[in-house]
């Protein structure tokens, strides 16, 4: 079976793996104050230019979400997101565990536009019978495998700055969204734009580990005790630097998300070969292909992808996911597959 | 430096890190739901004796404790700890960020005894303006490094059952527990004893984790969504999987506790043959020993160790730690240096 | 200045004072234990049909809505409200305060279908990175005045019993409902179709208070407890049970609903008169005509009344509410004043 | 049945409900607006000789409490009690339940003491891995009926000043407090000591509510969200100000406090003529007298009161309650019952 169902199918970059095992037996401080975690944010600091800014690592990407939302909200106020926005679908009710609404709009390709968030702002006012927004998220590259432009984030941080809201971005698959075609976001645009984000590392050749920069700093202080309750900071916290220094050093990071995104190209040319339909045009490494269901029931024998969404009486939207770890004889068996099923 | 401050201070056992290695590329199904995981929950189901009971992975200590307890109580009920109880001293408030208030009283040794219970649960009675007592937690090794003996779990658990209360063992050091001169409970007492319990991997020769077993299966129902809300369901929930089977195959896990308590008692040794005397007897691989500051202060050059409480004027209490990862030199060093300092 | 602003700018029916004052100085204990509060029960439970149920009595309607939801749910349930509920729009999030999510649908005319209910099913599945809906939130009448059929409550019903979520509602305004034209849920239907419900006095000749009945007492185990803990149990409940019993005796409580209408139904005629549009129809005390923005600014010297929704460059949305307070002559002096501006 | 439970066993002085009745078919707004709730503002304002400040009403005590700490406290912050301190002891969690652990300590006669502030402080250090506290709670009069001295809370206070502490007091009987023999706190010293302190009605004459005074306003912004979150905003909130306003006007809240401790003196008085002895000295309207078992089982017939605490064998410590309601003649037939029982 080939899985081409999430970028978190296989274990890490060997690289990254091999930076673990060089240092396995140091000892070191724990709790992300040791030597590696501080070498892993001055290499991140040095990539985003930004200097004065407070770097956390996480073991995933909820637990980096909710510990930020409850840290920087008060306990009345609420993070807008679109309606497919990790934290509104995907996360639990996680956020609202720990006490904040997300109030949600209907996205557009995956994306929160400005628009809907001054619809929210309109809605609420300041009327205390409601929750007060005091948050944008949104994910980028999004759970649709979009990506804001450099223009649409700059105009949802303008609605951000005259409202007082905190614009924080879900990096998940940060890396993938530095290689994608149409590039966008850079390293550099980060700290410009957003009060914190976080960069992916599980999704983008990491074993494991997100880590969030918080530039604003009136939104850092005291952290480390919100992290420690919200059962997020490990004891071995260099396990979590060393992986991102790993992926630092010598352009792994995009190397990773250039690998992603050129498998999905390649997936993306396939689809198009066979007049496959998409329910959004591929932008970075999920791929979102409309079948005609008898076809996925046969690639289904062979193939591991996951269902997205009804689509029609005879058709289905699926998700199919690549990553730095797509080998190229996955795509040629896939190509051929489908030819002897479609061409036979 | 040499480290003697906690369990952490390395990577992990080297059989761990191959495990994680030759799997590297394989391809599996995320959030536990693969073979590795389900092979581990196999061995472990093996070593307790159990065959019909929940077990779910998680990245650390605090975040299994708050999972479980926020799946298992009711909003209104609390938990039983002894003051010195992970969950009531060092995390952070996790529980109460959860909703539920910790019950503590004084420690004996670092344990709660049944009449401490049973003082909680005459305070409360049945009386709504008072949270209802509902689960009694136990660190076994405890903070302070002691055991409980048989005979004292049985006497909670006798507590326990009559009141109908649920009992929660946290195993973060459960290697060592089994290791320890006058052995205690063994992997088969867990499942006749406890409602649920965790086996530690952090600090017992894995890289990190740790392994929740719910043997009472009124509990474990939709486990999942809480462990997803909670932020602790890792997306590669195999690395979990593979540390344990590392660990649990050809009697690891019992190697390192072996190991870290065979170090510990050549410290003890060593203290003794100082006079030093310590906080409490030493069980497992903690020990507290209170030395004289000046002592301390010129240890400290050459050692790290963490200062625990005040003793005197002139003493204090420190915590030194050994772990599956001391070297019989880093004893050697610190005799040689005791030798040196108190004989010259 | 005359109010039109809502059904709670008056005290309470004298007849409920009265109760306050006869019994004033008698001693009772405390926190609902009180034979007025027995003797208040009883007569609702008369009123409804049905003896086996959990009564208790409550300060307001948010933290009626909050304590049973809190008390009903898992952590990882959620529950189902159109987006125009209350819990959903106007609590400040109180729900979410206790950590479930509110998940919503667009309103029909203020109420929730069948079909939404379904559509959230649909979505979340049994998925686990999903929270699990559990209950379905219904205010009757609505926050839009608008009222559901029997069949449709009994429609809605058949899918919450299908697929095992809790129907509770909300009747902050129940007497009006009852007396309403087009008369739909009565007293008895209530335990017929519903889990839970709670009736409201504040804004139905009550001078504050609302009853919850709990008639699946599956729901009800240590309800006060959870009373308690979100501060709404209070020390004189009898203050609660007196009201009720002021209401219920003499059907006061239905006279005070049927009053509001009837003064809303001669409000209604006379927009009727003018040809002013109401948003939707008239079925209980709240009408929300669509006024020309300059009528709306002259009325508004006179009349206080609240802004609801934008409508057009010229024209706005307004809610006018009355009451079992609301006097004869007000409707008369608006009448003439409405007479005086349009036909000078 | 004559009761001595409680100081709430009544409804409210008929002043009170005479304020009610005679605004009671006025139109004003609601949630706190009107102008009631703006001139018991002012005479409360009036009464502390404090006018910068924010004052907020309640129905009762707890859901002050949890409100006031909900909206003060971050999520990682604790506050400190003593172990009998209402919040530790008896609201079944609610702080807990908002997120917030209640650090304790063992009180002396009801009160918490500068030094078990003290000693909270140095457990915690500046350590992440434990909350952080800070806000100190206080009841006065205690739930022991005992008062702080001003020299007490003055030192409270300087603690809380050098390690940037809140000072909030529960006055749930602060009308009990002023009149108490050996008078402490003052009006006019409340806005001297505390940030945020609550003044009660329920228990002082009024049929109920609750008022919060915040004097440091950098904990006031946004409080009505917070309010409102919690469940605590009221409708009709000119009913807390209306009887606010009775009970400053012609010191009625100071004649109530002082009936409830002349009742409560006479008590004592009693009592110690048959030589029975008191937990802890009277100082308000809170009598502890330790009974002989018999002679309680045959006063109960007679009287209502409630069982404190254990004893010794043959005796149990009751409390004793009297209030602003309680009749001459209640105290007249507890004495000739208690000679005919005692000197037969």
């Known amino acids: 079976m080939i899985f081409f169902t999430s970028d978190y199918t296989e274990g890490a970059h060997p690289t990254v793996l091999k930076a673990l095992e060089e240092t396995n037996m140091e000892q070191t401080t724990g709790y992300q104050e040791d030597v590696y975690c501080d070498k892993a944010r001055e290499l991140l600091q040095e990539r985003v230019g930004s200097y004065n800014n407070a770097i956390h690592f996480f073991a995933g990407g909820t637990i980096t979400n909710l510990t930020f939302i409850t840290h920087a909200l008060k306990p009345y106020q609420a993070v807008i997101s679109c309606d497919t926005g990790h934290i509104a679908l995907h996360e639990t009710g996680a956020i609202e565990a720990r006490g904040h609404k997300v109030l949600t709009r209907p996205n557009q390709e995956g994306k929160l536009t400005p628009e809907a968030v ?16 005091k948050m944008v998220y949104i994910s980028h590259p999004t759970e649709l495998g979009t990506l804001y432009s450099l223009e649409e984030v700059k105009r949802l941080k303008s609605v951000c700055d005259r409202y007082g809201l905190i ?70 916290g260099r396990i979590l630097g060393l992986q991102l220094i790993a992926l630092l050093e010598n352009q792994l990071y995009e190397k990773c998300g250039a690998h992603a995104i050129d498998k999905a190209q390649q997936l993306d040319r396939i689809f198009q070969k066979y007049n496959i339909n998409l329910l959004v045009p591929t932008m970075t490494n999920q791929l979102f292909p409309i079948l005609e269901n008898d076809l996925a029931a046969t690639l289904s024998k062979k193939f591991a992808f996951q269902k997205w969404d009804d689509y029609s009486a005879t058709h289905t939207v699926y998700r199919f996911v690549t990553s730095w770890a797509t080998p190229e004889n996955h795509i040629e068996v896939f190509s051929e597959s489908l030819e002897a099923i479609l061409c036979p």
């Open 118 to 133: 001054l619809s929210v702002l309109r809605e609420h006012g300041e009327d205390h019978h409601m929750v007060q927004p």
């Open 167 to 236: 614009l924080y971005m879900d990096g998940a698959r940060f890396a993938q969204g530095l290689a994608a075609k149409g590039k966008t976001l850079s390293w550099k645009d980060l700290p410009m734009l957003f009060d914190a984000y976080y960069i992916g590392a599980t999704k983008c050749g990491g074993l494991f580990g997100e880590v969030l920069v918080i530039e604003n700093l009136s939104l850092a202080d005291n952290f480390l005790y919100t992290l420690k309750q919200c059962g997020g900071l490990m004891a071995k």
